[in-house]
Structures are given as C-alpha cells and as structure tokens.
C-alpha cells in the first residue's frame, strides 16, 4: 500500500473516530438544563448521574487563577432572559 493511501485511509478513520465522539457528546449534552439553581435538587441530581446534571458540571464550571468558580448570576440571567 503506497503512502498516499495509508494517510488517506488513517484520514478517513481518524475523521469517523471523532465524528463519533462529537456524537456521543451531544447525546450526553441534549436536553440537560444550563444549571439547576436549587442547590438540594442540584445536589441530588448530580447523584444520580455523577456530573452530567447540568450542561455547566457536563462541560465544567468557569476557572480562573485555576479555582472552579460556581455559575455567575448574570449568566442564569441570560438563560432566563432567553428561555422566555
């Protein structure tokens, strides 16, 4: 097999991988609330489904100086502002 379709075919499969994986992400991501603001029914569902309660712990909290920060008011204020 000559180099050109050795790539083309590695191609070809690393791009079907990663399809695959954006899928399997945007499963888990479909449907989950931007952030559940009861802090028990946070708690509980965080139980149930061990960081995939919310699309914020699904794709993680905002970091800075390297500290996770929890969700900052004006960003549930968008969500809100947007559900309506």
């Known amino acids: ?18 399809q695959s994986q954006q899928q ?3 499963d888990k991501l479909k449907g989950l609330l ?8 946070h708690k509980r569902q965080d139980s149930k489904v061990n960081d995939l ?10 970091k800075k100086d390297n500290l996770q920060l929890r969700i900052f008011d ?3 204020d968008l969500v809100k502002n947007l559900r309506i």
């Open 1 to 18: 097999m000559n180099k050109k379709v050795l790539l083309k075919c590695l191609s070809k499969s690393i791009n079907s991988n990663y």
């Open 34 to 41: 931007f952030w559940i603001e009861n802090e028990e029914e």
């Open 74 to 76: 004006y960003e549930t």
């Open 24 to 26: 399997v992400l945007f």
């Open 53 to 62: 309660c919310c699309w914020n712990h699904a794709v993680g909290l905002p």
